[in-house]
């Protein structure tokens, strides 16, 4: 697959990918979100959608609607996996794998009422007396969980109804150490329970004690050099320890909480304000603050959280806050009840899972802040600073705040038609573009067509000019009083000789330059040596950006005339047939050669055609048959 050109914005955003774990959410020209991703690197995995390697054809189709993406950062790879849940189950996204019902969020049951109980898949949670934990990010996510728990835990996996009348023989698992063997009579009622008041403790989150007897286990291994048995204990607090990883992302307890947090560079602020829902995290939301950078974060969250829980409907029913003003907690706590009309708790969590989602929100404002700094940086250079360099380089007193660009657009001198595009500090402005048909010159003469448009805007504009000058008026804001800094002429020496003509006889003076496709040259009035800018410099990507655009919006509105009027032409040249008939054979037909294969039937079926017109359609579709069709 060829190189694609993502776009500037978007080029920048992949260049300045975090090497974090997180989500992306891919979107499409409409901001629709397309697709959701996770990824233990989100550098790696994002960029690797837009290199120019080979992709499935499900991919393929997915990235050619790509127009932008977002990313949310996470603390670690599961709460990546968690998030990524989430948020397909809250965007359903049309490239993602979409299930219709709870079974993507599996939980663990152990059931109270059996003697020897054990663990189990379940798809929803029910009220039956059992002990749930999770849910978890899959079906693959709970058998890991139940078996790093058999890891530690021998508890037994069977099916069968306990106790039995009669013991059975012990399976291997008995064997390897890793189940109890309640079935033989290994063990007692009370026994298991035992090891099973363990294993709750350790799914509700109390593994202190699992890891500190494994340490202290492999610590005793080690001494009576037992490596390799103290290798398998380290294995094992490994597993215990990434199976208990804390998931920020997911919780089992429902609650709805915003968080905020912000990040300063001394000039802006970025707060970044995240969303739980349900006891999940949905999403979030970032919001620069220009030149708040060196206020007191707590003075800016506090100015923030009043003015967007202005509207009631968007309080929830807690709020977590990096910070706040020394005092102001009550007072604002109590702005946020009387908004809400409900119960409302803010706070300033400094320890524990609270102050985890603190910290991960500041991480998504930190990486917010730095990707829109290197968007205003880039941005700055590529316009006004782009535009303050081409002023240098042509020799100006001072940067030009407007620059057009002309070009001319013809088919064998036929149509001919002029664009003019605006640039106002680097940027398109596109209210301002305006279209010119030739009027005076007859056949393909872009000299003396360039001439003719030039004279009719300036002469518009001075016009204007003095007219709103005279009222008090400034002119900017005119159609044509905007007069121009610099004048762009796609062309060499003869065109900008042309074009300087036409402003010399009505006594504009205005900057002007030509631009020779051939070798980006750039040619003044008053100088024989054209001027080579470094082809990656700023100010020659906007020359070119100008001459491009004004060639596009030429040559789009020269396409479009011609078109109408190889349809309209010929559709004249057929007896009776007047505007309105044109205009309703279009409508039925679609083109030209659909109403020259028409039957007599169909034409009559035309709302306002009869008979006789409908035999002079018969007649020309005989006589132009074979000329081309539309």
């Not at 709103?468 to 003869?494: H, M, N, T």
């Not at 020359?543 to 919006?553: G, W, Y």
């Amino acid at each position: 697959m060829g190189r694609i050109n993502w776009g500037e914005n978007l080029e920048l955003k992949i260049q300045k990918l975090p090497e974090s774990p997180g989500c992306y959410l891919m979107k499409d020209a409409e901001g629709t979100i397309i697709y959701v991703g996770k990824a233990v690197n989100l550098k790696n995995r994002v960029r690797s959608y837009f290199r120019d390697t080979a992709h499935t054809p499900k991919v393929a189709a997915m990235i050619s609607h790509i127009a932008d993406f977002d990313v949310l950062l996470c603390d670690s790879n599961l709460e990546a996996l968690c998030l990524e849940c989430n948020l397909i189950k809250l965007h359903r996204p049309y490239y993602n794998i979409l299930l219709k019902d709870d079974k993507h969020y599996p939980y663990l049951r152990v059931d109270l009422k059996e003697p020897f109980p054990r663990l189990t898949l379940a798809r929803r949670m029910e009220k039956d007396g059992a002990k749930y934990f999770g849910p978890y990010i899959g079906a693959t996510a709970v058998k890991q969980v139940i078996g790093a728990v058999r890891d530690v835990f021998p508890l037994r996996t069977c099916k069968k109804a306990l106790p039995l009348k009669t013991p059975c023989r012990p399976c291997v698992n008995y064997e390897i150490g890793k189940c109890l063997a309640p079935c033989a009579g290994k063990c007692t009622e009370a026994e298991y329970w035992d090891m099973l008041d363990g294993v709750l403790a350790f799914l509700g989150g109390d593994y202190r004690k699992v890891v500190g007897d494994l340490k202290r286990d492999m610590a005793d291994a080690a001494m009576k050099l037992q490596y390799e048995k103290a290798a398998v204990i380290r294995d094992k607090i490994r597993d215990v320890e990434g199976l208990m990883e804390r998931q920020i992302a997911i919780q089992t307890a429902a609650s709805e909480q915003d968080i905020l947090a912000i990040a300063q560079d001394g000039l802006d602020a970025m707060i970044q304000l995240v969303y739980v829902r349900g006891g999940r995290m949905i999403g979030g939301d970032s919001f620069p603050l220009p030149r708040e950078g060196s206020e007191h974060p707590g003075e800016v969250l506090a100015s923030f959280l009043t003015q967007y829980y202005e509207d009631a409907n968007l309080i929830p029913r807690h709020v977590l806050v990096q910070a706040l003003p020394d005092g102001a907690h009550e007072q604002l706590e109590q702005w946020l009840r009387q908004q809400k009309g409900g119960a409302v708790t803010l706070a300033t969590p400094k320890r524990g899972e609270k102050h985890d989602l603190v910290l991960l929100a500041a991480k998504n404002a930190a990486d917010a802040l730095e990707k829109r700094n290197a968007r205003a940086a880039i941005l700055e250079e590529r316009t006004t600073g782009a535009a303050a360099a081409l002023g240098r380089a042509l020799g100006l007193e001072k940067p030009p705040r407007r620059i057009e660009g002309y070009d001319i657009s013809n088919t064998q001198g036929v149509l001919s038609v002029a664009s003019m595009v605006v640039f106002i500090d680097g940027v398109p402005a596109k209210k301002e573009y305006r279209h010119f048909r030739i009027k005076t010159v007859e056949g393909a003469n872009d000299f003396a067509s360039l001439n003719e448009v030039l004279g009719r805007r300036f002469t518009h504009g001075l016009r204007e000019k003095a007219e709103r000058e005279a009222a008090g008026l400034s002119p900017i804001g005119g159609k044509f009083s905007d007069l121009p800094d610099l004048v762009l002429i796609d062309g060499g020496p003869q065109q900008l000789r042309f074009a300087r003509q036409a402003l010399l006889d009505m006594g504009a003076e205005v900057a002007m330059f030509g631009l020779a496709k051939k070798q980006e040259e750039i040619f003044l009035p008053d100088r024989e040596e054209p001027i080579l800018l470094d082809h990656h410099t700023p100010e020659l990507h906007l020359i070119q950006r100008i001459r491009d655009e004004a060639h596009r919006f030429g040559i789009t509105h020269h396409r479009a005339l011609r078109g109408k009027a190889s349809i309209h032409s010929q559709l004249e040249d057929i007896p009776g047939i007047g505007p309105k008939r044109r205009k309703a054979l279009l409508n039925r037909f679609g083109s030209l050669k659909a109403i020259r294969e028409a039957s007599m039937e169909e034409l009559l079926a035309v709302p306002g055609l009869g008979r006789p017109a409908a035999e002079s359609v018969l007649k020309w579709a005989e006589a132009t048959s074979g000329k081309g069709t539309r």
